[in-house]
């Protein structure tokens, strides 16, 4: 039997939305629980929202919050949205705060609620990694699954590259 997965959500592309009134984006509620029913996920899974915040905006405590929510949870396997700015900021706490959990770290280059988005692949991804990887911080992204602690945002190129 597939052990439970545990996703908590921070904010990011994966979950802005945009508002032509406004003319920019903004963190709304949280994308992935419908994601995760459009792709007709089987395995258990519980999805709890911490925060709604562009990475950019994360401040210590809130990574603090992030590892202390990974480190109580029941589950040994997690899933966590995040974005791509400070993904590996974060990644940096959760390996020091959290041991002996499998963390995985997605997010998106374009927001989920767009047509044209590579939100669906990577959660997907970042699912597959929780089940299999050893414990450890890893990050999923673009068809890549990279060491959290080795790996580092290449904006020019807009993906993720090893260290």
Same mark, same amino acid.
């Given at each position: ?10 904010? /990011?592309?994966?979950?802005? *939305? ?23 996920? !089987?395995?258990? =899974? ?22 202390? &929510? !990974? ?11 995040? /974005? ?15 041991? /002996? ?6 997010? &998106?280059? +374009? ?7 590579? &939100?669906?692949? *990577?959660?997907?991804? !970042? =699912? &597959? ?12 992204? +673009?068809?890549?699954? =990279? ?17």
């Amino acid at each position: 039997m597939s052990k439970p997965i545990l996703v908590l959500t921070t904010g /990011g592309t994966i979950d802005k *939305n945009y508002f032509d009134a406004l003319s920019e984006y903004q963190i709304t509620d949280s994308g992935i629980p419908a994601l995760l029913g459009e792709a007709r996920v !089987a395995l258990p =899974f519980r999805v709890v929202e911490l925060m709604r915040k562009d990475s950019l905006e994360l401040t210590e405590a809130d990574r603090l919050l992030v590892a202390a &929510a !990974a480190r109580e949870a029941p589950e040994s396997r997690i899933v966590i949205t995040h /974005g791509t700015d400070t993904m590996t900021e974060t990644a940096r706490v959760l390996a020091a705060e959290v041991p /002996g959990k499998t963390i995985v770290l997605t997010g &998106a280059l +374009s927001p989920a609620r767009f047509a044209e988005t590579d &939100a669906p692949f *990577n959660l997907g991804m !970042a =699912f &597959a990694t929780a089940q299999v990887a050893p414990p450890g911080v890893w990050i999923a992204m +673009s068809g890549e699954v =990279f060491d959290g602690l080795k790996v580092k945002k290449d904006r020019a190129a807009g993906k993720f590259v090893a260290i």
